[in-house]
């Protein structure tokens, strides 16, 4: 019984808190996939160990691949855009920035936390065929993509690798 209450408590907090992984880390370039690849452990990984456990508590059989089968889609639904990023890889975009904003607000949540502060932003970059590439950004990822543009800032032309899907910027670099 020790087992299968591990697992549902293993996968109940990454559901929960896996997004932490990536959304609170700034990304390094060399070590991209590691909190990505965290993030999947703990919800994939967890999802497909508490269907295990869900199902040996149901006795087996059918009912146990079933719950396998639940819990892991369930496990790979929360860790979806994590995973596509470490399928995909970085984007590295050349161009001239043509747009930055960033955008500050409040959440209101009634009976929670009355007012909480919010931040967003964008980037677009114009690469040589033309198109617009955008990053958008929340949280701690928008402060680090301004604190690089800014490092980088009167550039004509930049170079910017980030996760797209995750929305975490990786380098800024000035060409």
Known sequence: MSFELLAIVFFSSGSMLGFLLTALV???QGVW???PSLRVAWQLGGGLWCGQAVGSLMGGGSAAMWSLLGF??????LCATALVDLVRGPVCWEGEVVAQQVQRGRLWVPMLVPHNPTIHGQV????ADGHVQTLKTAGL????????LNAVAGAKRVRLRA??????????ERL
Do not use: E, M, N
């Open 33 to 35: 996939w590691l909190w």
């Open 72 to 77: 892991g889609v369930l496990g790979a639904g």
């Open 141 to 148: 990822q928008t402060y680090l993509l301004t604190k690089k």
């Open 26 to 28: 700034p990304h390094k």
């Open 163 to 172: 996760l797209r899907v995750l929305g975490a910027p990786l380098s800024v």
């Open 124 to 127: 677009g970059i114009r690469t």
